[in-house]
């Protein structure tokens, strides 16, 4: 067609200006696709997001639509212009397109478009996927507690009526028994703050009576059933009882993050009976370590466990709680018969986030989930146009050699001897454009460390499965038109030369 319209008197302007007519359509209509997806897209995005602070500020602007506009603008100026030209001075200079489009040069420009290709699409695939796997992790991280089952309220006891620390113990015993007897209630307890609430326990330097180091520990007021009601496992020791009153000896919890760092070359077994000083409004209290409990995510699944102690409401009353109670009959069935449990006990006690527990959960995890879809959505993504662009380039740098196989079959070439050249040909770029990548993603990844979780960097599983995808896909696409072309008829490429 190209030595049709210069025969016809057809200047290297004329084909530049024939080649951009025919590859604007395209690539406006490409874009404007791109760009209702985007839209549609982000706003499915938004719809499945927890609330978002400023939510009206994510949407399309005009210099998106402009900026997609010259992105296909430019992108139909590079690929109708590369071509044009090459078909303009190679009409001029008399050369033969045999050898594909621009002889030898055009092939080494093919191979270094599939290096690219290979080269960019690599470093996108590994973060995608260290992402991936580092919210999947985050995602099955444990909590240390259960949450299915169990409804939640929160109370504050008026101080004017109880303002007694009897008062408020003899308020919360009669509390507890009265929704231990609801029906379908299996345990029932109290905590100064639940986990993935919001309301941190109170941070204190606690000190040791043997002499080490002071430690950095939360501290949480709870009932004996609050261990039951979230299930949170006992390691050594035991739960506070019923003996464990006001004028009993001092005693508390501590969790397993605690034993470590108090005790570092006991077990935790050891750490019970262990003594331990807590500054309180009566000065320096001594307390006995014992039980040692499970470690418990308080703040989130990315946030490390740290050390806790749980000492009983019984020798230190809350003047606020939080009522967790595991049921074996769902927390909506059982909701309204606990807060008339309450109410029972006293009419006028006001009550707020009345919610089983896995409402607080789903809540806190909200964004980590959030941004497990926004990476597998980066990940298809990525993989769809690495498969696409490395699949279509390499298909037509196979294909264009397909005159070329013809004629070697016609000489006598073995069929299979010719396909595994034409691979070797074709993944000679791909593979270069693999080490190149590979270097490339060594190098992103240190900037993502900072996002993992439960993952390194230098994943071996996400750095050996990214080039292995590319690597397929390369395979797949030079395959299927090198053993096309070996099927042709050799006569075909003669009668073509």
Same mark, same amino acid.
């Given at each position: 067609? $190209?030595?049709?319209?210069?025969?016809?008197?057809?200047?290297?302007?004329?084909?530049?200006?024939?080649?951009?007519?025919?590859?604007?359509? &395209?690539?406006?209509?490409?874009?404007?696709?791109?760009?209702?997806?985007?839209?549609?897209?982000?706003?499915?995005?938004?719809? !499945? !997001?927890?609330?978002?602070?400023?939510?009206?500020?994510?949407?399309?602007?005009?210099?998106?639509?402009?900026?997609?506009?010259?992105?296909?603008?430019?992108?139909?100026? *590079?690929?109708?212009?590369?071509?044009?030209?090459?078909?303009?001075?190679?009409?001029?200079?008399?050369?033969?397109?045999?050898?594909?489009?621009?002889?030898?040069?055009?092939?080494?420009?093919?191979?270094?478009?599939?290096?690219?290709?290979?080269?960019?699409?690599?470093?996108?695939?590994?973060?995608?996927?260290?992402?991936?796997?580092?919210?999947?992790?985050?995602?099955?991280? &444990?909590?240390?507690?259960?949450?299915?089952?169990?409804?939640?309220?929160?109370?504050?006891?008026?101080?004017?009526?109880?303002?007694?620390?009897?008062?408020?113990?003899?308020? %919360?015993?009669?509390?507890?028994?009265?929704?231990?007897?609801?029906?379908?209630? +299996?345990?029932?307890?109290? $905590?100064?703050?639940?986990?993935?609430?919001?309301?941190?326990?109170?941070?204190?330097?606690?000190?040791?009576?043997?002499?080490? #180091?002071?430690?950095?520990?939360?501290?949480?007021?709870?009932?004996?059933? %609050?261990?039951?009601?979230?299930?949170?496992?006992?390691?050594?020791?035991?739960?506070?009882?019923?003996?464990?009153?006001?004028?009993?000896?001092?005693?508390?919890?501590?969790?397993?993050?605690?034993?470590?760092?108090?005790?570092?070359?006991?077990?935790?077994?050891?750490?019970?009976?262990?003594?331990?000083?807590? $500054?309180?409004?009566?000065?320096?209290?001594?307390?006995?370590?014992?039980?040692?409990?499970?470690?418990? +995510?308080?703040?989130?699944?990315?946030?490390?466990?740290?050390?806790?102690? %749980?000492?009983?409401?019984?020798?230190?009353?809350?003047?606020?709680?939080?009522?967790?109670?595991?049921?074996?009959?769902?927390?909506?069935?059982?909701?309204?018969?606990?807060?008339?449990?309450?109410?029972?006990?006293? +009419?006028?006690?006001?009550?707020?986030?009345?919610?089983?527990?896995? #409402?607080?959960?789903? !809540?806190?995890?909200?964004?980590?989930?959030?941004?497990?879809?926004?990476?597998?959505? *980066?990940?298809?993504?990525?993989?769809?146009?690495?498969?696409?662009?490395?699949?279509?380039?390499?298909?037509?740098?196979?294909?264009?050699? $397909? #005159?070329?196989?013809?004629?070697?079959?016609?000489?006598?070439?073995?069929?299979? +001897?010719?396909?595994?050249?034409?691979?070797?040909?074709?993944?000679?770029?791909?593979?270069?454009?693999?080490?190149?990548?590979?270097?490339?993603?060594?190098?992103?990844?240190?900037?993502?460390?900072?996002?993992?979780?439960?993952?390194?960097?230098?994943?071996?599983?996400?750095?050996?499965?990214? &080039?292995?995808?590319?690597?397929?896909?390369?395979?797949?696409?030079?395959?299927?038109?090198?053993?096309?072309?070996?099927?042709?008829?050799?006569?075909?490429?003669?009668?073509?030369?």
């Amino acid at each position: 067609e $190209t030595a049709l319209r210069v025969a016809l008197g057809a200047g290297r302007r004329d084909l530049v200006r024939q080649a951009l007519a025919e590859s604007l359509p &395209p690539a406006l209509a490409g874009g404007a696709l791109g760009f209702l997806l985007g839209i549609w897209g982000t706003r499915l995005l938004l719809a !499945a !997001a927890p609330p978002l602070a400023r939510p009206a500020e994510i949407a399309f602007e005009p210099r998106g639509l402009l900026f997609a506009l010259a992105a296909c603008m430019v992108v139909a100026f *590079l690929a109708g212009l590369a071509p044009a030209l090459q078909d303009a001075g190679a009409l001029r200079e008399g050369r033969a397109r045999t050898a594909g489009p621009g002889g030898p040069r055009g092939a080494r420009v093919l191979a270094l478009l599939v290096a690219l290709e290979v080269a960019l699409s690599l470093p996108l695939l590994t973060g995608a996927g260290l992402l991936g796997r580092s919210l999947a992790h985050l995602s099955s991280t &444990p909590l240390g507690f259960t949450d299915q089952g169990v409804v939640t309220l929160r109370l504050e006891p008026p101080p004017a009526r109880y303002a007694g620390t009897a008062e408020l113990g003899a308020f %919360y015993d009669r509390l507890l028994a009265r929704v231990a007897a609801v029906p379908g209630v +299996r345990a029932a307890g109290l $905590t100064s703050s639940l986990p993935l609430s919001g309301l941190y326990a109170i941070t204190l330097n606690v000190s040791l009576e043997d002499g080490e #180091r002071p430690v950095e520990a939360g501290y949480r007021g709870v009932s004996p059933g %609050y261990f039951a009601a979230l299930r949170i496992p006992l390691r050594s020791g035991r739960l506070p009882g019923s003996g464990d009153g006001p004028d009993s000896a001092k005693v508390a919890l501590v969790n397993e993050s605690f034993a470590r760092a108090a005790w570092p070359a006991s077990s935790a077994i050891q750490a019970v009976g262990r003594s331990i000083l807590l $500054t309180g409004a009566a000065g320096m209290v001594s307390r006995e370590v014992i039980g040692v409990v499970g470690d418990v +995510r308080h703040a989130g699944p990315a946030e490390e466990p740290r050390p806790e102690i %749980y000492v009983p409401y019984s020798q230190s009353p809350l003047r606020f709680a939080t009522l967790a109670a595991r049921t074996d009959r769902g927390p909506e069935a059982v909701l309204a018969a606990v807060r008339s449990a309450v109410w029972e006990v006293d +009419r006028d006690l006001a009550l707020a986030g009345v919610q089983p527990l896995e #409402r607080i959960v789903e !809540a806190a995890t909200a964004r980590p989930r959030f941004h497990r879809l926004l990476a597998g959505v *980066l990940a298809a993504v990525a993989v769809a146009l690495a498969a696409t662009g490395l699949f279509g380039v390499t298909a037509w740098s196979v294909t264009r050699r $397909t #005159r070329e196989i013809g004629v070697r079959l016609a000489l006598g070439a073995d069929r299979g +001897r010719v396909v595994r050249g034409v691979l070797r040909g074709a993944l000679a770029p791909v593979l270069a454009g693999l080490v190149l990548g590979l270097a490339a993603s060594l190098a992103l990844t240190r900037l993502l460390a900072g996002l993992l979780h439960d993952v390194a960097p230098t994943d071996p599983v996400t750095l050996s499965a990214a &080039p292995l995808l590319l690597l397929l896909i390369a395979v797949a696409a030079a395959l299927l038109p090198a053993r096309r072309a070996a099927r042709t008829d050799p006569a075909a490429g003669l009668r073509a030369e």
